[in-house]
């Protein structure tokens, strides 16, 4: 089965936060070395929710300056824009004929994001994994570095290439996509909660107040916030087994060691016996040296809102280079 393709993706639905950095972002500069990689602004994802028009504009800029700060090479991985590649939307509709209505039902995070009124939610944030399954299947993307919370749409997407494949009689057209999620790449950590409720992944898309560290704060509220972070009185405990029905104290373990490259044993050992008082200080000082470099460069990136257009335009000429054999064939394949 062909090359060995990477497609990922994030909504410019507000600030860039540390999950999204070590969720994926980080993960994305590793692999553009070894990967043939597509990172997107999934902009048609984002308006699942109402977006400002502008905003929504400045948040795709936004989203774009965060790849390119953190290392992603425009020249290396297609770095793009979802609305500028017709192949997503195209391939969606096709796909929403092709999944059933039991296998979207089962969705988690449509449950969480609608909340308890989930009628008033839109049709598309209810279709959004089928949307997502076209993001991935319209590159025949082989690898598809999410976090945690996205492995469920990922799995729906393997059923959707399965079904389409069966349905067609087309047994080898769409390979079906692996998670990259956890200890690929030596990383711990690869879900990160709210500050505020170890229980809630931190999230841009229904942030309470300082429950997410954004790329762009300055280094005075990342140490506030983190002072105000919801721990236990408890301190530390000296091996990660005592971390177990404590989700603060995991979390912010846990952050710590996948920003350190330690393993939770090993930043236990150093704070176990330690309280917050200590811990959190130190866990400061680490987000503030790791994302520093970061914030800045993204102000001067997004200060050149025209330089990132163009790296957008570009990037979606490249991309459609790929999925415009492939849209052909699925309508050719389909009866188009
Ligand atoms: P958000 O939930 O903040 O809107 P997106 O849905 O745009 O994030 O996801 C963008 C990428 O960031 C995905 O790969 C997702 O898995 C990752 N991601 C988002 N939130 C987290 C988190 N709290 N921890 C780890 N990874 C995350
Ligand atoms: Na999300």
Redesign the pocket.
Known sequence: QGPTRVF?G??P??GM?L??Y???IRKFVDLQHEYDCHFCVVNMHAITVWQDPQKLLEQTMHIAAAYLAAGVDPEKAVVFHQSGVRAHAELAWILNCVARIGWVNRMTQFKDKAGKDAERASVGLYTYPVLMAADILAYKATHVP?????KQHLELARDIAAKFNHDYEKPDFFPQPEPLIKGQFGETG????SLRDGTM?????NPSENSCIYLTDEAELIAKKIKKAKSDPEPLPTEPDGLEGRPEAKNLVGIFATLSGKSEADVLAEFGGQGFGVFKPALADLVVEKISPISEEMRRLENDPAYLQGILRKGAERASEVTEPILKEVKEIVGY
């Open positions: 990922s994030i909504q639905s507000g936060h999950g999204n070590l969720g994926a999410v976090g945690e919370d996205q690869a879900r990160i909660m992944k931190m999230s841009k898309s």
